[in-house]
């Protein structure tokens, strides 16, 4: 069918979150009951073959979620941040991927975790609250530093790069669609970040009714 609305949001890692709240917010404005959120990065057509830190961390991946008024999981709470002056740590230089590893995991280990407390103090929450933190799987180490840095258990936070690799937006959905059981616990906290640089974290309550 033709009527029926359909735009590109162009954001890598943290596209996933910003876009559920993009999408959410468009659908209760223009009165839509339901919504498709598409994610689709084919980075092997920018990665250099001959560069071992890119070709090794990322894979073709793409997710498609459905947002509506009867979704088990319902989007609570937002923080987003974009620093543009740090955009050359990762972009896509005429083509090609580049990546300043040592720039990035400064800024996923120092910037992410200070916006997860201020959205904990937002909500009023503690790491004990939160069953599960599904951080963007940038790479494992970058995983586990945040994890020691916001003092999370590490069995709250899952890890699937074996199987996947770094899928850029599709990673958070990739993980998330495994917990949509209902007793795979209540509230998530998902965190998206890296190339823009842009990031943006957001809690999921599990709807019960």
Not at 121 to 147: C, K, M, N, P
Not at 161 to 187: K, W
Request: net charge negative; proline share 5%.
């Amino acid at each position: 069918t033709d009527h029926c609305a359909c735009f590109d949001i162009g954001l890598g890692c943290s596209g996933y979150v910003y876009s559920l709240s993009v999408v959410g917010a468009f659908m209760q404005s223009n009165g839509f009951s339901k919504g498709l959120l598409v994610t689709c990065d084919p980075y092997s057509k920018i990665l250099n073959p001959a560069d071992r830190y890119t070709i090794m961390l990322c894979g073709d991946g793409a997710t498609v979620t459905l947002l509506s008024p009867e979704g088990q999981l319902v989007p609570t709470l937002f923080e987003f941040a974009t620093r543009g002056a740090d955009g050359p740590a990762l972009h896509n230089d005429s083509g090609e991927l580049f990546m300043n590893g040592r720039a990035v995991f400064n800024f996923s280990n120092t910037r992410v975790p200070e916006q997860i407390r201020k959205l904990l103090h937002r909500a009023e929450l503690t790491v004990d609250d939160v069953d599960w933190f599904i951080f963007h799987q940038g790479s494992r180490f970058i995983v586990d530093q945040l994890t020691r840095r916001l003092k999370v258990p590490p069995e709250k936070v899952p890890l699937r790069l074996l199987e996947h690799g770094n899928t850029v937006s599709s990673t958070i959905p990739l993980l998330l669609q495994e917990y949509l059981n209902g007793s795979a616990g209540h509230r998530f906290l998902l965190s998206g970040f890296g190339v823009g640089l842009s990031w943006a974290s957001c809690l999921l309550e599990r709807r019960y009714d």
